[in-house]
């Protein structure tokens, strides 16, 4: 098992960048494909952007390629999500979710609490 911690988010407005962290304990990190899931006010979760437990390959909803950018450090059991040109849109809460494989056949078993972004036009 491992334990998922997200932090970074804030307040910020339109244009302005967030980085958020998955800080990772118990399991060793590198076993685990990063995913970054948000949800904003009343709609449904939604895939934000992911990496492979190798970080060779990074994976992106449409509607954040080319802003978000995703990334991992195995030496440090950290991810990260570079968040750049916020639109109100981004407004969320995110959270990071891990899986033992780098493929979409199994689910995401391992969760974060979340942390809030919030992005004013």
């Known amino acids: 098992q491992v334990q998922l911690v997200e932090s970074g988010g804030g307040l910020v407005q339109a244009g302005a960048s967030l980085r958020l962290s998955c800080a990772a304990s118990?399991?060793?990190?590198?076993?685990?494909?990063i995913g970054w899931f948000r949800q904003g006010p009343g709609k449904e979760r939604e895939f934000v952007a992911g990496?492979?437990?190798?970080?060779?390959?990074?994976d992106y909803a449409v509607s954040v390629k080319g802003r978000f950018t995703v990334s991992r450090d195995n030496a440090k059991s950290t991810a990260s999500l570079q968040m750049n040109t916020l639109k109100p849109d981004d407004t969320a809460v995110y959270y990071c979710a891990a899986r033992l494989t780098d493929f979409s056949s199994r689910a995401f078993e391992y969760w974060g609490q979340g942390t809030q972004v919030t992005v004013s036009s």
């Open positions: 990496i492979t437990r190798n970080g060779l390959r990074t």
């Open positions: 118990g399991r060793t990190f590198r076993d685990y494909y």
